[in-house]
């Protein structure tokens, strides 16, 4: 549990390590540029459960406890330096894991030299589907590569609901080009048929990273009859989308993946980002004791009065929970060893977001699945409300407490398919 009278000095004092007998886990992801409120928070989520975990003693490796230390790198969003680092982090032979990547290309670009040497990786907090279905695809037999994160095909699951729900018929798609905005409007689409074909998409349209006029797409949207914009998308180029409804007289509500809940996204949208709609596995809110402890630690430690993006941050705190689980039952550091054990877990795990109950299973090409730890049931809907992320459905703020105080329940397939 936190004590954040006394965290802050804990933090730093317990990420300073440099001794021979540690466990070495790398945090990836962008920590500078438009995606970095992703790459800090999933980094520095982390960085609070280890550091705990370090106040404790560390972890209980066979007869003797050890701390963790950490090796921190910036990808800068960039596939080219993603791939670098990757190569860097698989030439280590001491490294137990990775944690981290926020950027689907970057997945793609990089984890192949990861799987190459069976270094351990959780992505996080990565949910474009091509992160996993890229192995496979391959027709790889033995998979190193895990998820920590809500793929793609559960959210776009939701969004096409959402906006169902809501009565709309009528629907602009709009997505970024990027590897992530493709594949997701791949997955909405996908969606919309699988679900019936409630929605008629009446128009879709596409940006480039660092666009800043969006008003050629939303006038066309506008003209089809759009009454909402269903938007797979990275970065402050969401805020655009936004402030040019606003500029045009146009009131369709985003509805789109979790990147919606950024701050560069809300901030820069202000009251024009109002009622925008997104998939979430943590919403800050302390609805129980343990989510007041890690928003209290986080905006203490790292002294903000609001996460950057506190999917990411929950995500970045459990996933270190997993994965020092999975080297506490291995009795080893050896990555290879830790991946089996975090393929069969045998003890619950606590985390912020909730108690893991054999998240993961033995990989298996056929069913991605395997190596997804996050089911439906542990996701909800968040809307935008002046300037922070609340739940959009009271009945989700209920299922989102009964979740994250009991243990769920052991790996099962899922209904909604990775694709």
């Given at each position: ?363 298996d090409p056929a069913d991605v699945t395997t190596h997804e730890a996050f089911r439906r049931e542990q996701v909800v809907m968040g809307m935008v409300k002046d300037g922070r992320v609340v739940f959009g459905n009271e009945a989700d703020r ?22």
């Open positions: 549990m936190f004590r954040p009278s006394v965290y802050g000095s804990l933090l730093f004092a317990a990420l300073g390590l440099h001794a021979g007998d540690t466990v070495k886990i790398a945090l990836t992801g962008p920590f500078s540029g438009g995606s970095a409120p992703m790459g800090t928070s999933a980094r520095d989520g982390s960085k609070l459960a280890i550091a705990e975990i370090n106040a404790a003693g560390g972890i209980q490796v066979g007869g003797k406890k050890m701390k963790i230390e950490i090796i921190e790198r910036d990808d800068e969003a960039k596939n080219e330096r993603g791939a670098l680092i990757a190569q860097e982090l698989a030439a280590m032979g001491d490294l137990t894991g990775v944690i981290g990547t926020v950027n689907t290309g970057v997945c793609m670009a990089g984890d192949k030299h990861l799987q190459e040497k069976g270094i351990t990786k959780i992505i996080c907090p990565a949910a474009g589907s091509k992160s996993m279905t890229q192995w496979s695809e391959a027709g790889v037999k033995d998979c190193s590569i895990f998820r920590f994160a809500a793929y793609d095909g559960i959210q776009a699951a939701m969004v096409v609901e959402e906006a169902t729900n809501r009565k709309f018929t009528k629907v602009a798609v709009i997505y970024d080009s990027t590897n992530y905005g493709i594949s997701g409007r791949n997955d909405m689409l996908d969606q919309i048929k699988k679900q019936g074909n409630k929605l008629t998409v009446v128009a879709e349209e596409k940006f480039n990273i660092g666009d800043k006029d969006m008003t050629a797409q939303l006038l066309r949207a506008k003209s089809a009859g759009a009454q909402a914009i269903l938007i797979w998308a990275i970065g402050p180029e969401l805020a655009a989308i936004s402030n040019g409804e606003a500029k045009i007289g146009m009131k369709a509500p985003l509805i789109g993946g979790w990147t919606l809940s950024m701050s560069n996204y809300i901030d820069n949208a202000g009251k024009n980002g109002n009622g925008t709609l997104m998939p979430q596995t943590f919403i800050e809110d302390p609805i129980t004791p343990k989510a007041k402890a890690f928003i209290n630690g986080y905006h203490l430690t790292f002294k903000v009065g609001r996460i950057p993006s506190a999917v990411a941050a929950a995500q970045g705190y459990d996933a270190v929970y997993l994965l020092a689980a999975a080297v506490k039952q291995a009795g080893s550091t050896d990555t290879r060893k830790v991946k089996l054990a975090l393929e069969d877990l045998k003890e619950p795990v606590q985390g912020v977001i909730a108690t893991w109950n054999h998240p993961y299973t033995k990989w209920a299922r989102l407490i009964k979740s994250a105080t009991s243990a769920t329940p052991a790996k099962v397939k899922a209904k909604t398919k990775a694709k």
